[in-house]
């Protein structure tokens, strides 16, 4: 499935530019002098706008439903080459970021010194890294969000062994969706009730896959079979968690997967907006996200290095490493993770052809005229 949805889109473009402009508030000098003239936005800007990567959490869960289990059930018998492939479509422009942020923080370092410079890798950091078990492993980040891209695929395996176990456990009956739905759900409230709760799990999927979980089970409520009803179990127990422990995350999350349950159902999802703005925005948002980060480092230095500390300069400043993280985004995504999908999907075309061939061949030893030979009476 890789046609676009333009409402989905549509959340991707506009939680990226909050992301883009948290980080531009909490990191780096520029934000400092610029304060004072929007204390209130900035301050906002720096603490609240991070909750935007819920609508990434939430829509990653949708999009893996659709994908891995449409009506519940796993549909590829093979998990582990779904975990790989879904490894190098994250990594291979992920790892072509971070190469060009460790080379832009050098020049940063260069013209500033603020503790948002990252500083150069370490060769097992830039290891755990690529293995995207940096977080795990308590290594520095290298740039801003990086620990979103290895969250990502612990959700992604989380929710691939749930699936499998219930394929497996239900051995081909009816009631495999059934037990996937039962797993997923049952994940989702440990997440809910207990790991979301606690910061100490903040490495790991379980303390994010309540949000993911919202995401699956939304694409499932919203199935046109199903009755409307079923999105109610869903939210009467995210409320009553927030009841509990108020988490503003966790709303966020929920107001996101209630707006694609209702655009699902509504038919929206695959039609509204009719933005082409949007729809470009949400298609390079991948690239925007990793991207932004050394862009903002670099402008941050020359702005410390050549300009004054006035407000209104440095204003500017943010407002422009903006609209620079925008247009680096759309670049990267034009030259780096556009062609290297584009590779990777023929790499996997090639590989299924191949594995179709083989499983044609005779065994070693016995000719193509043996193997379709009839069997003796």
Request: glycine fraction near 6%; charged fraction near 10%.
């Amino acid at each position: 499935m890789t046609s676009r949805l333009p409402f989905i889109d549509a959340l991707k473009a506009v939680a990226v530019q909050l992301i883009v402009l948290h980080h531009l508030a909490f990191y780096g000098p520029m934000s400092d002098h610029a304060y004072v003239l929007a204390p209130a936005l900035f301050s906002w800007l720096s603490q609240d706008a991070r909750t935007a990567v819920q609508v990434f959490l939430v829509i990653g869960g949708f999009l893996a439903a659709r994908s891995l289990a449409p009506a519940g059930r796993l549909v590829s018998a093979q998990p582990l080459r779904l975990l790989l492939k879904r490894y190098l479509k994250l990594v291979i422009p992920y790892l072509a970021a971070l190469s060009i942020g460790v080379v832009c923080a050098a020049v940063a370092r260069a013209m500033m010194t603020h503790d948002s410079v990252p500083d150069w890798p370490t060769l097992p950091q830039f290891i755990a890294h690529s293995l995207l078990l940096h977080g795990i492993l308590g290594y520095e980040g290298l740039s801003a969000g990086v620990w979103y891209v290895a969250i990502d695929f612990q959700l992604f395996a989380l929710l691939l062994a749930a699936l499998w176990l219930a394929r497996g456990l239900g051995r081909g009956t009816a009631g495999v969706a059934v037990l996937g739905l039962l797993l997923v759900a049952t994940l989702a409230l440990a997440s809910l009730y207990h790991f979301n709760r606690d910061p100490a799990w903040d490495n790991w999927a379980l303390y994010f896959f309540a949000s993911y979980a919202l995401g699956v089970l939304t694409y499932w409520a919203a199935n046109p079979q199903h009755a409307p009803g079923w999105l109610v179990p869903i939210v009467a127990a995210v409320l009553v968690a927030l009841l509990l422990d108020y988490r503003l995350r966790v709303a966020v999350a929920l107001a996101v997967a209630l707006a694609l349950g209702v655009a699902s159902r509504s038919g929206l999802l695959e039609i509204w907006p009719r933005s082409r703005l949007l729809a470009y925005l949400g298609k390079i948002s991948y690239s925007v996200f990793l991207i932004h980060f050394p862009v903002c480092l670099l402008i941050n230095g020359l702005l410390v290095r050549f300009a004054s500390a006035d407000p209104w300069i440095n204003l500017t400043g943010v407002l422009f490493a903006w609209l620079a993280s925008l247009v680096a985004g759309a670049l990267f995504y034009r030259f780096v993770e556009s062609p290297s999908q584009r590779g990777f999907r023929r790499l996997c075309v090639a590989t299924d052809i191949s594995l179709r061939l083989a499983a044609t061949l005779p065994p070693a030893g016995q000719s193509s005229s043996e193997c379709h030979r009839p069997p003796p009476a």
